[in-house]
Every structure is written in C-alpha cells, then in structure tokens.
C-alpha cells in the first residue's frame, strides 16, 4: 500500500471510489478537468495534480474514471494526458464504460510505450461505489490486475478477471443493455398499474415478494413513483451504454429489438433534456413520450 495511486476523473463514481482508497490507507494522487472538484479530495488527504500526464510520472499505476470513449480518449492521447509519461513499470487501469475498441486502442498505446494496461468497468452504481461494494470486470494485463486488486478489493466486493482486452468492456455493456431493457418494462408496468387504477406502491411490494424481484426495481421504485431523479447513474450514460451495446449487436448480427426500443426511450428522455438526472427518469419519457422534440 505503500504505493501512490492515481485517479483521474472525480465524478459521481470516481468521487467516491478515490474516498474509499483514501479512507483504507492508500495514497492517492487526483485530477479532475474541472480541477475545483478536486479541492474535497485534497482536504480528505489525497495530493493533487495538475494534468493526467503529471498524475502518472508521480504513481506507479493510475485509474481512470471517465464519462464516455471520447472522454477515455482525449485523458490518454491529448496534450499532457496519460501517455507523455507512461512508461516501462507504470500502469494504466481504465475503469470508465467504454466499448471494447476504444479499450483496444489505449491498450495498444499504452503498451507501445512499455506501460501495462488493464480495463476494469464495474458494477453498481453510487452507493456501492461509496461502500466499496462494487463488482469489477476486469481484463487485460493480469500482472496489473494483481498489482491492482489491493485497489479493487477495497472499491469492491467483487473481482473478475475475464481475460483478453475488451472482455470486460463487453461484459459491462452487456449488463447495462438488460439493466437499460428491464427499466423500461418496469417504467410501463408502472404506467399500466397507474392508468388501471392499481395502486402502484402495491405493484412495488407484489414484485418485491415474486421471482422477478431485484435490487434496482426496489430502489428505483419509490422514487420513480415520487418523480424524484436525483442522479446516481445519469442517464446520458445509460443512453451511451445502450448505444454502445446496440453497435457491439451490430458488429455479432444480434438482433436486439428490446434494447433498440429501451434505446428510443432514453434518447427521448435526452431530447426532454433530462440526460443529467438519474438513468430512472426515464419514466416520463415512457409516460410522456409526446414530450420529445
Ligand atoms: N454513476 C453510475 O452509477 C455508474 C457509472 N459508470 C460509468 O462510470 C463512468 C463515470 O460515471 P459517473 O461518475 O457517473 O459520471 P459523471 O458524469 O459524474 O463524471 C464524469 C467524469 O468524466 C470527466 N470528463 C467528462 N468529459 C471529459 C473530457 N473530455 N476530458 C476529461 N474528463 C472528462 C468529468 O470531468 P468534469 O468534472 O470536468 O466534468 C467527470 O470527472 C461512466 O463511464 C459511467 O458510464 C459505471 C457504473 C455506475
Ligand atoms: O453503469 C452503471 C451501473 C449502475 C448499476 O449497476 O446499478
């Protein structure tokens, strides 16, 4: 543990991921593009830099957790990023939801230039990631993953190691295309409960006590119910999720109807401009679905 770690991007998950290896003893190195964000971490004992390329020269390896590909992308490969300093002995953990290529080609980079390269995506969302309860689905380099798991077994309950690049990547989108899927079946029967004249907090405890009960509906339920969206998995990135899994459909001739039709509904929900709130409004894209523009 004696270690420094790196991380890079401080958003809902990386926010509370870099607490946790800080609250268990890790020294931690941050940046942020917005840097203010990183002003919480800094007083809670972690050390601050000012570019990606900077967090890596001091760490022996650095995690990543970003927005989207082009996100992943530009840490890496833009002016003072991640590869100006990546070098033989240094490690690069990517742990944002990205498709499988864009996880090929910051491998393939970071390996041109001796470093070792690991994609770690995950599981759970905030409050997991604050109680270091997440499951990882990491591939890749599986010296690095060793070197890591000190790091992950902190961040999460759970580690897989699924082997080459881009395993881990396609795992993740697979998870998030039937979470994307399931969320929409769940916001009709909602809608269908209500216009029927069900209550719908007795639709929430019949499903809760059947075979179809799950984490997500008991969680998400009350709050859908109560048109409340604060973000904890935003719903851009859920749309994202979607649209990459759709492309990783195309790419193995899958046919995915329910995913493209759960797709339609969160592009809907971005067009009423509710992509920053929580991936469970939307509900009033399926509710309101004539509100898109
Ligand atoms: N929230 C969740 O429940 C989960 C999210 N994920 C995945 O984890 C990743 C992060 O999610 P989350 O923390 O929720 O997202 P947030 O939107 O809260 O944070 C996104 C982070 O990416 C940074 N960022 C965005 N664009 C760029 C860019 N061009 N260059 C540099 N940094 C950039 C943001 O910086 P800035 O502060 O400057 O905007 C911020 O640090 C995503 O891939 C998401 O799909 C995975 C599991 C669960
Ligand atoms: O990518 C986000 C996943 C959210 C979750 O697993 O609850």
């Known amino acids: 543990m004696g270690e420094e770690v790196g991380f890079l991007g401080l958003g809902i998950m990386g926010k509370a991921m870099s607490m946790n ?8 190195t941050v940046w942020n593009r ?11 004992g972690a050390s601050f830099a000012e570019t990606p390329a900077a967090v890596v020269k001091k760490c022996k390896y650095t995690i990543a957790m970003l927005s989207d590909p ?43 230039k001796g470093g070792c390269f690991l994609e770690a995506p995950v599981s759970g969302s905030k409050k997991p990631a604050e109680d270091g309860q997440l499951v990882i689905l990491a591939a890749g380099e599986k010296k690095l993953y ?32 039937i979470m994307g899927s399931m969320l929409n079946a769940f916001s ?17 405890d019949v499903l809760d006590l059947g075979g179809i009960a799950n984490p997500m ?3 998400k339920g009350p709050t859908m119910i109560q048109k409340s969206y604060s973000p904890a998995f935003p719903l851009k990135h859920q749309q994202k999720d979607m649209r990459l899994a759709l492309a990783l459909g195309d ?16 592009k809907k929900a971005r067009s009423m401009g509710l992509g920053d709130l929580d991936f469970s409004a939307v509900y009033e894209a399926v509710k309101f679905p004539e509100n898109s523009s």
């Open 217 to 219: 509906f008991k969680m």
């Open 21 to 28: 290896l800080i609250r268990h003893g890790f020294k931690v």
């Open 251 to 266: 790419e193995n001739a899958v046919s995915m109807p329910v995913a493209a039709a759960a797709n339609e509904a969160f």
């Open 188 to 204: 009709e029967g909602l809608i269908l409960a209500d216009k029927s004249g069900l209550n719908t907090q007795t639709l929430l």
């Open 34 to 44: 917005t840097l203010s964000r990183c002003d919480e971490l800094v007083e809670h």
């Open 70 to 112: 082009s996100a992943a992308l530009s840490v890496v490969f833009d002016k003072d990023g991640v590869l100006e300093q990546m070098c033989s002995g240094k490690g690069y953990v990517d742990m944002s939801t990205v498709d499988s290529d864009t996880s090929s080609k910051i491998s393939e980079a970071i390996t041109s």
């Open 146 to 177: 060793e070197e890591a798991l000190p790091a992950f077994d902190v961040m999460g309950k759970k580690s897989l190691f699924l082997g080459q690049v881009g395993n881990g990547a396609k795992m993740k989108l697979v998870v998030n295309m």
